[in-house]
């Protein structure tokens, strides 16, 4: 068996997105190495990072990056990651999302010393329900994207019979500074920082406002991933959530606070999906029992850190 370092060689897939800056930030401090595989093209931003611009669907390139990184752990963020995109390319999603999944297992779990894996999946998944939603809740994807995870987490159980096997983690909704405005506390952040700057009427374009969902901060996510490949057990399932519900009209009311601007709202039915229900929030017992993590930043530093990345951006 391989001897492992007190510092473990960490691959991230996918590294170059939002939730992978935060995640590599975070790894800099627990890692004798840390390599990014990604299908951007875009120029390394971390000078100590390693970036390998690599298809995860390419069977053969995978497999050759992992045998020649030889791992500790690999965080596996790649993927299409939005409702939105899988519905305009469902083949696409199902090609990177389920059989990027097996490459990357594959590529892995035939290494003479495995990994430990971190396969990030989706709350999306979940039926819905007004109780908070347990591992064990039933599922029902209703989009591209939420079924490709589902059977990209199903290609877990044929790996049972390995000595390190998968852990899984379902987050659900999480934000933080340098998140695209396509996903809504972002675009709120950004539509106040241009009423601000004088180049935006007082008036918010959102969907439906009346929606409660559970925030997490992207800062926390990233801990819980950390801390599940220390502590999670392998073939398991977790929640990453804060087990809170907020109703959105509510956080827009903390944009306002701090900002000190009041604005109208308009509803835009092409911000609105008919999949969309009224209320979603997670239960995050398991993972806070088995690893000890508990969210540590409040939706209101959340909303002021947002607003000050997109000051940072318009200016």
């Known amino acids: 068996m391989t001897t492992r370092l007190s510092l473990p ?131 029902q994807p209703n989009n591209p994207y939420a079924a490709s995870k589902a059977m990209a987490e199903l290609l877990v159980a044929q790996y049972r019979e390995r000595p390190v096997g998968v852990i899984t983690a379902r987050p659900f909704n999480h934000t933080g500074p340098g998140q695209s405005p396509n996903f809504v506390l972002s675009s709120i952040a950004k539509q106040f920082a241009e009423i601000e700057a004088g180049i935006r009427a007082p008036k918010l374009t959102l969907g439906n406002v009346n929606v409660e969902r559970d925030f997490t901060d992207v800062r926390d996510v990233v801990r819980a991933y950390w801390m599940l490949l220390a502590k999670g057990r392998p073939d398991e399932v977790y929640n990453v959530c804060s087990g809170s519900l907020v109703r959105l009209r509510d956080i827009i009311d903390l944009f306002q606070q701090s900002t000190g601007i009041n604005v109208a709202v308009a509803s835009d039915a092409k911000y609105i999906r008919s999949s969309d229900v009224p209320r979603v929030c997670g239960d995050s017992g398991k993972l806070r029992e088995e690893t000890g993590w508990l969210p540590e930043i409040p939706l209101k530093k959340t909303v002021e850190d947002l607003l000050q990345y997109w000051r940072r951006v318009l200016a």
Request: glycine fraction near 6%; avoid cysteine; charged fraction near 20%.
């Open 9 to 139: 060689r960490i691959l991230i897939t996918g590294g170059t997105g939002f939730v992978g800056a935060h995640l590599i930030r975070l790894l800099r401090l627990h890692a004798s190495k840390i390599a990014v595989l990604s299908s951007s093209g875009r120029p390394p931003s971390e000078s100590d990072v390693e970036y390998f611009e690599v298809d995860i669907r390419n069977t053969d390139a995978v497999r050759t990056i992992v045998r020649d990184l030889d791992p500790h752990h690999i965080y596996h963020l790649a993927g299409i990651s939005t409702v939105e995109a899988s519905w305009n390319n469902p083949r696409l999603a199902y090609e990177v999302n389920v059989l990027g999944a097996l490459n990357l297992f594959e590529a892995a779990l035939q290494l003479p010393s495995p990994p430990r894996i971190l396969n990030i999946s989706t709350s999306q998944m979940y039926a819905p329900s007004d109780r908070p939603l347990r591992e064990d809740s039933p599922i």
